[in-house]
């Protein structure tokens, strides 16, 4: 039996489909900008953010925890900013949306750090899950729990339209 990293076959077969999403992509964003130009700059700096984290450019990109919080960082700017772009939004809840959208989306990122422990300790990988214990790690989860609860019980209170 092949496994699919392993088999080129797959690797072949899967190669055009891959240009063919990219292109899909770059069209998309391309019919986007066309339509609504002043998404420009949040693109570039979803790009940016993308790059620096894929890549690992920056020297504390390197340190496990910057990588960890780097992916949540980027996915709540292109899943909250993007969206409510040319939507006015008082400031207040733009930033109790965006951090319990950063909050969730870290605590989801330090659960696949623990997952993939074994396979990072073993590839020498710095990550958080490689860095601190378990117990360390436990506590970080539940100040990050405890700390969406309280932004989720101010977006409650403080907004009139809530988004949720």
Known sequence: MTHYFGDLKNVIYTFPLKVFLIILSALLVLGILILKPFLLSYFLLA???TIIYFFSLLPFAYNGIMKTILLPLVWTFVTVMIPLS???LPLLQLFLLMGLRFIFLLMISV????????????????TMATMFSNRIIISMMLVLLIGY???LILGIHS?????F
């Open 159 to 163: 907004m009139a339209n809530p988004l």
């Open 86 to 88: 040319n939507r006015e």
């Open 111 to 126: 659960i696949f750090d623990i997952r993939d422990r074994q396979q990072d300790g073993l590839k020498k990988r710095k």
């Open 47 to 49: 790009s940016l953010l």
């Open 149 to 151: 609860g309280i932004l």
